[in-house]
């Protein structure tokens, strides 16, 4: 990890694989779009109205997996120092929060035709989502709100930490709670229970969706870069003065 510390080498790196990443994004969301539009089937209880879930569900493991690297960039920046870490844990939050939040909206068009309601408070996963999206917006007010960017960071990495452990709230509600949301249908223990003919456009998109977060994630790293060495530049001309 160390060899992506120094910002040239991570830019270098970034700048190479960008072209790629962005092509392999776009191949894959016009195969996954494909299939979860046209060549799949509907569902023999919920209809068209299934297509949905190639859009929500990738977004609600976005949702999760990013603040999961949050929590890890977070635990490096605090053991190591890794001078990019908290550059990168920054710069994914704006992108998880689009993420949850597309999670959430997706989700209530979906509950509406399945549970009759836009929104149920007592639906556990729905409501630890949302506090994770609480999450995802304090942690951004913490960076927006301290000029000081060394404190700004201490308190982030914090909120980051604490926050890992409603992902597991999130993740393990409907097993431990009884929920409106059904359980895990595609990582468990005997397979995936969605049909093949559903599956593979789905885990198309959740791939496309990761590989769309990995471009964005990389080009905000790149701005992020060139803002602190702006910042670092002016407080010299203003120690030069």
């Known amino acids: 990890m160390q060899q992506f510390a120094n910002p040239a080498r991570f830019l270098k790196i970034a700048n190479a694989a960008l072209p790629y990443i962005w092509s392999i ?29 190639y859009v929500h569900v990738p977004a609600a493991w976005l949702g999760l997996f990013i603040y999961c690297l949050m929590g890890f960039f977070s635990a490096v920046a605090f053991i190591y120092r890794h001078p990019l870490a908290d550059a ?56 927006s709100s301290i000029d000081e960017p060394t404190r700004a960071a201490a308190i982030a990495r914090i909120v980051a930490l604490v926050g890992v452990v409603n992902v597991f709230v999130v993740k393990f509600s409907v097993n431990w709670w009884n929920t409106l949301h059904q359980p895990a249908s595609v990582i468990k223990m005997g ?18 969706y990761t590989m769309l977060f990995l471009a964005l994630h990389l080009v905000s790293m790149r701005s992020e870069i060139a803002a602190r060495k702006l910042r670092q530049a002016r407080l010299i001309e203003i120690g030069n003065r």
């Open 191 to 208: 397979g995936p229970s969605i049909d093949k003919s559903m599956l593979w456009a789905l885990l198309t998109m959740a791939v496309a």
């Open 88 to 143: 990168a844990a920054k710069t994914a939050a704006p992108l998880g929060a689009v993420f949850c939040f597309l999670a959430l909206v997706t989700g209530s068009f979906w509950g509406k035709p399945m549970w009759g309601t836009w929104w149920a408070w007592g639906d556990a996963r729905l409501t630890s989502m949302f506090i994770l999206l609480l999450f995802y917006l304090g942690y951004m007010a913490v960076w």
């Open 25 to 53: 994004t776009a191949i894959l969301f016009a195969i996954g779009l494909y299939g979860a539009l046209v060549t799949t089937p509907p569902d023999y209880q919920q209809g068209e109205t299934v297509r949905i879930m």
